[in-house]
């Protein structure tokens, strides 16, 4: 074997002990052979880093629903009208016998509707899992980059020359502190030891304004310990509040509030 073409089989590992061998003895003195063994063994290990995933939801049955909806081959009369194939023993039916003892025939061939139908069927199954799984790393990386700007928000607010820190015990337990900038217009809230809730419940951070509460955004029904950007501009918020709702939020308080933290001037 030229040692140029073994690249592909070293680096899957598929080569004899003794070709083996020789290679990296080659690999040593020829450089492109390095880069592209490197190169294949990158590749390799992405491949093996990849996820299964899992085909939408009716998938299935949409795609023996296209198969039942494509029309089948019609008998044409021209068929009958065609002179008879010359005898062959290769070519004659398979007789067989039915269940009222007569001679019956299997069919030699399927229509080639069908096999086109089965063709179209699976191409569509395709096409559609890879749609699928393009709109799901599109949303991932959409996700990916709304967390990414979050980050760069929360950062410039606790590093602004005016970024002031408060805090406050939350009736039911726990603890919430508020770190706001005027200048950035932005707040964040950390909250700690908060008790977890009913599935079907959120904590709700709520700004307070002229004693008006303004949604800032969901926490969950159990928030672990961490920094969340709030929703909306301070403004002229004078407190951060914190209270439990249904699990999509509310737009005005439903219970009565935990507690408050109040933004210092």
Request: negative net charge; contains cysteine.
């Amino acid at each position: 074997m030229d040692p140029h073409e073994a690249s592909g089989a070293y680096a899957l590992h598929a080569l004899p002990e003794d070709e083996r061998l020789a290679f990296e003895r080659h690999l040593k003195g020829c450089p492109s052979c390095r880069a592209e063994v490197a190169e294949l063994q990158a590749a390799a290990a992405l491949l093996g880093q990849t996820t299964a995933m899992t085909p939408p939801p009716g998938l299935r049955e949409e795609v023996f629903r296209r198969v039942a909806l494509t029309p089948q081959e019609a008998p044409a009369k021209a068929r009958e009208a065609a002179p008879p194939p010359r005898k062959s023993v290769a070519a004659q039916p398979v007789p067989v016998t039915s269940a009222t003892g007569s001679p019956a025939y299997a069919p030699s061939r399927q229509p080639p509707r069908v096999v086109l139908a089965a063709c179209v069927a699976a191409v569509l199954a395709c096409l559609g899992i890879a749609t699928w799984q393009y709109e799901e790393a599109q949303d991932a990386r959409a996700t990916a980059e709304q967390v990414h700007e979050q980050q760069d928000n929360a950062a410039r607010v606790l590093t602004a020359p005016d970024v002031k820190l408060d805090n406050q015990e939350m009736r039911d337990g726990g603890t919430a502190t508020v770190a706001f900038s005027r200048s950035e217009n932005a707040a964040t809230l950390a909250v700690s030891g908060l008790p977890p809730l009913a599935a079907d419940k959120t904590y709700e951070a709520w700004f307070i304004e002229d004693g008006t509460p303004v949604p800032a955004g969901l926490l969950g029904h159990s928030p672990a310990p961490g920094l969340t950007l709030l929703d909306g501009p301070v403004d002229d918020a004078t407190a951060v509040a914190l209270s439990v709702e249904p699990s999509g939020g509310s737009q005005q308080p439903t219970t009565e509030p935990l507690g408050a933290v109040a933004l210092s001037a």
